[in-house]
C-alpha cells in the first residue's frame, strides 16, 4: 500500500462549479500537507500548504485536514478552464523533512 | 528570474548509452531535488542537495544513476548505462527553504529504446 493515496479520475466539471480533490494517507507522522498544480508538460507548482488539522483559504482555493481521519482535501470554487491541470497531494513529517511524499496526481478539466 | 532551468527538453537514446541531465537552479536557493515522474510510480524522489552537498541519496534506483553539484549554479543527473525502464520525465526543483515551496523546472521527457 503507498503512503499516499490519491484518486487519479479523470474529473471533468462545467465552469463554475466546485471541484473537490482529496487524498488520504496511512503515516500517522504526517503534520505537514500542500497541494501542487501541474499544467501539461510542466513542471508542479505549489499552491498551498497547511499544517496539521485544520482548513486554510487562498482565494478560490480551499485545503482541509483531518489528521483523525488521515484524509485532506482541496476544493476549488467558481472554477475556471485555467484551473484544467493535475493536482498532486503532498506530505511531510516536518518542516525539516525534505522528502516530500506525493500522491499520483488528479487530472482536473473545467469545460467552458 | 528565469526559474529553474533543465536541458534538455527531449531525449531519446539508445539502451546502454550515457545520458547526461542538466539544471541550472534559482539563485540563491540553497535546496535542489532530482525527481522523477512516471504513470507507473508516479513522482519520486531520487537525491536532493543542500549547500551543493548529497544530502538523501536513498531514491536513487541503482548504481547506474549518479548525481553531482559542483557548483551553486549547476547540477548533472547521469545514467550510465541507460535502459528502457528509465524512460520517464526527470524533474529538477530547487527550494531556498521547507516553507518556501519547490520551484520545479520544466522536466526532462527521457526516452530510452
Known amino acids: 500500500q503507498k503512503e499516499v493515496e490519491q484518486d487519479p479520475g479523470p474529473l471533468s466539471v462545467p465552469e463554475g462549479a466546485i471541484v473537490s480533490l482529496n487524498c488520504t494517507y496511512s503515516?500517522?507522522?504526517?503534520?505537514?500537507f500542500m497541494w501542487y498544480r501541474q499544467y501539461s508538460r510542466k513542471g508542479p507548482e505549489l499552491l498551498m500548504y497547511?499544517?496539521?488539522?485544520g482548513n486554510k483559504e487562498d482565494g478560490r482555493f480551499t485545503a482541509q485536514v483531518d489528521k483523525s481521519s488521515k484524509y485532506i482535501s482541496l476544493f476549488i470554487r467558481d472554477s475556471q478552464p485555467s484551473d484544467s491541470a493535475t493536482y498532486l497531494c503532498a506530505m511531510s513529517r516536518s518542516s525539516n523533512d525534505y522528502k516530500l511524499s506525493f500522491g499520483a496526481g488528479t487530472t482536473v478539466t473545467v469545460r467552458a | 528570474d528565469a526559474g529553474v532551468i533543465q536541458s534538455p527538453r527531449h531525449e531519446v537514446t539508445e539502451m546502454g548509452q550515457e545520458v547526461t541531465l542538466r539544471c541550472k537552479p534559482i539563485?540563491?536557493?540553497?535546496?535542489l531535488f532530482w525527481y522523477r515522474q512516471t504513470m507507473m510510480r508516479g513522482l519520486e524522489l531520487l537525491i536532493y542537495f543542500n549547500n551543493n552537498v548529497p544530502i538523501d541519496d536513498s531514491g536513487m534506483p541503482e548504481d547506474r544513476f549518479s548525481a553531482k553539484m559542483p557548483n551553486a549554479s549547476f547540477s548533472t543527473l547521469k545514467i550510465q548505462p541507460s535502459e528502457p525502464r528509465d524512460s520517464a520525465v526527470y524533474f529538477c526543483a530547487s527550494s531556498s527553504g521547507w516553507g518556501a515551496g519547490y520551484t520545479f523546472g520544466s522536466g526532462t521527457r527521457l526516452t530510452v529504446v
Open positions: 503515516n500517522s507522522a504526517f503534520q505537514y
Open positions: 539563485s540563491g536557493h540553497d535546496y
Open positions: 497547511t499544517y496539521s488539522s
